[in-house]
């Protein structure tokens, strides 16, 4: 119920497109009824021979009827489906705005391929709940007692049959489809999400699967769930189907107690024989309202289904908010205002300690740094030492609970999350490139960028003359991920992005991983222009380019078991110097 009523004030703002276009679809049918039994009236009248000027009247009033009810579907359609889509539009943004506070803590906990069919395929299923359930009842509610009146003041008996037969179609057919199709339309959904999520990690992971001969495997798993959702969908085009082949027959059994009684009411002499076609002939018309109905609880099911999967992953807590109460407190409201101003950019860490889960192991466990304005800091570690967890922290992806970061004398917690991503500069192991533009990926970091200054960064980042050498520069597109582009290539691009966003802190994030020497050394000379006067800190497991760091933290189990200068620690018999020697055989 509450997510009915959820969705009810998604379309509050549209009440009145809605009202017209149910008001529309009564005319509509009105309109239809009108028309037979303004055709009946005619032909029944003319039997009689009258003087044309008689039936000039039924002969307006046909054309008239006829003209209305076009025009009055032609509205309601038009108004119904304008309506729907810019309620859907809406819900579109609105959803894709609920997940970017998710992002990336809670996204994690989601397949892509299901937030991508919940956007898609669960907002496009809730087009049924505008045009298909709220639409079709009003207008079978107006449809009812008029239609019950205009019989009534001819034959009594024969109102009743009609209404009997109407609520049968219009109420007993679609409660005994509603308990059929209940679990088909309820898990339909469910399962062409998943199949949606098969398949998009099936596409990422293609060359793997190939590699490690599990194309067929995989193709079997896809093909199962399409079996299955085809069930689904076949069970619930069955039940339309019967829900159909009912009603027309409730219709029909209408028709056929409106004849007779009518007939008997004539031969009684209680009736004038020339209404009895109009009054039979408006039984199919009326009975047009009813002919959605039997769809109308699946179709509720499972808008509803689409509803509270796309509710509760939009109403999911971000692991982050921004505060305005005290450090540490819990989230008070949301940031209205910097309760701290930054006063210059030194980061002092102190105590951190923090876990993924609370049935977790720590992740970080008791970390003390200083990192003044314009110093260097690097963290080194081996894999699972907690280095990245550092930078989750740092830029607010996750919120630490035990210990404490400031920045600037303020307690990074209590900074709004996009003022502290402000103030970072990020160079990742695997940057996002947009399937967009060089210059459009480059703007990215800052949409007001001069050509000149984009071309600066460009140049600094060493990647200029190669952009310069592409047929189509800048305005190249690299593709989705950036696949068209070497992993050096992204790396500098990923380079001139942080220069051109001139953030005052940088955090390199095994920034050089994965990149041959060659490459390593030029985009290290690149990192080097691109650090100097900033405050950095370097996470890798690469010992390289650390000589010129102030200090170097040594993790290992989300500790630091040992700290110093590249000079220091390379005299002590210690971690460092063990990875050192690995490294540099
Ligand atoms: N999103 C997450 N949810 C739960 N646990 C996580 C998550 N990310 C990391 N961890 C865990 O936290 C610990 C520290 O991981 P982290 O990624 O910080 O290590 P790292 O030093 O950066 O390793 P690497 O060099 O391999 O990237 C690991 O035990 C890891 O399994």
């Keep these: 119920m509450n997510t009915f009523l959820r969705l009810l004030k998604l379309i509050a703002p549209y009440r009145w497109p809605v009202l017209l276009a149910a008001l529309l679809g009564f005319f509509s049918v009105g309109g239809n009824i009108a028309l037979l039994a303004a055709s009946a009236l005619l032909i029944a009248r003319a039997a009689l021979h009258p003087p044309v000027v008689a039936l000039m009247l039924l002969i307006a009033g046909v054309r008239f009827f006829g003209l209305t009810r076009a025009v009055c579907r032609y509205l309601e ?30 996204l994690t906990e989601y397949r892509s391929g299901d937030i991508l069919s919940r956007i898609v395929t669960d907002v496009e299923t809730l087009q049924n709940f505008y045009l298909r359930v709220l639409a079709p009842v009003p207008v079978a509610l107006l449809v009812l007692p008029a239609v019950f009146v205009f019989l009534a003041q001819f034959e009594f008996g024969a109102a009743l049959a009609f209404a009997t037969f109407f609520l049968l179609a219009g109420a007993g057919i679609p409660l005994v489809i509603m308990r059929h199709s209940r679990e088909p339309a309820r898990t339909v959904g469910r ?41 689904r969908q076949g069970r619930l085009a069955g039940i339309d189907a019967l829900g159909g082949a009912l009603t027309s027959l409730a219709g029909n059994l209408a028709l056929w107690a409106v004849l007779m009684l009518t007939v008997t009411a004539v031969g009684r002499g209680k009736l004038d024989w020339v209404y009895l076609p109009m009054l039979v002939l408006a039984v199919p018309g009326a009975f047009e309202a009813v002919q959605p109905l039997p769809l109308l609880f699946p179709q509720l099911e499972e808008s509803l289904a689409a509803a509270r999967r796309l509710f509760e992953l939009a109403g999911a807590r971000p692991a982050v908010r921004d505060q305005a109460g005290p450090a540490g407190g819990s989230p008070v409201r949301d940031f209205s205002g910097p309760a701290c101003e930054p006063a210059g950019y030194d980061l002092e860490v102190a105590g951190l300690r923090f876990r993924y889960a609370p049935d977790e192991p720590a992740a970080l466990d008791g970390l003390d740094f200083v990192l003044s304005a314009g110093g260097k800091l690097a963290v080194v570690g081996s894999s699972g030492a907690g280095k990245s967890t550092l930078i989750n922290l740092l830029l607010r992806f996750w919120d630490y609970r035990e210990g404490s970061i400031r920045l600037g004398g303020c307690e990074l917690k209590t900074l709004p999350r996009e003022q502290v991503r402000r103030l970072m500069g990020v160079v990742a192991q ?147 110097r063990r990875m050192w020697k690995l490294q540099h055989l």
């Excluded at 609920?98 to 809670?106: G, H, I, N, S």
């Excluded at 490690?212 to 193709?219: C, E, K, L």
């Design 191 to 231: 399962v062409r999400a998943e199949l949606n999520a098969r398949l998009v990690d099936g596409i990422r992971g293609m060359t793997e699967l190939a590699a490690f001969g599990q194309a067929g495997r995989y193709r079997e798993q896809v093909a199962a769930l399409g079996r299955e959702l085809a069930g």
């Design 430 to 576: 695997h940057t996002h490139l947009f399937n967009a533009t060089i210059r459009e990926n480059l703007l990215l970091a800052r949409p007001g960028a001069t050509v000149e200054e984009m071309i600066r960064a460009a140049r600094e980042a060493s990647i200029h003359e190669f952009i310069q050498n592409l047929p189509r520069g800048y305005d190249t597109y690299v593709g989705e991920g950036g696949f068209k582009l070497s992993g050096g290539q992204r790396q500098r691009l990923a380079i001139a992005r942080a220069l051109l966003k001139d953030a005052p802190i940088l955090v390199l994030d095994e920034a050089t991983a994965g990149l041959d020497p060659v490459t390593e050394r030029e985009v290290l000379a690149a990192i080097r222009r691109l650090t100097a006067g900033r405050t950095t800190l370097v996470i890798t497991h690469r010992l390289a380019g650390l000589e010129e760091m102030d200090e170097i933290l040594v993790m290992d189990g989300g500790r630091v078991v040992e700290r110093g200068t590249q000079e220091e620690l390379l005299r002590r018999d210690g971690l460092f």
């Design 77 to 106: 359609r038009y108004v119904a489906h304008d309506v729907t889509f810019r309620v859907l539009g809406r819900m579109r943004a609105w959803f894709y705005g609920a997940l970017e506070p998710l992002a990336p803590a809670r």
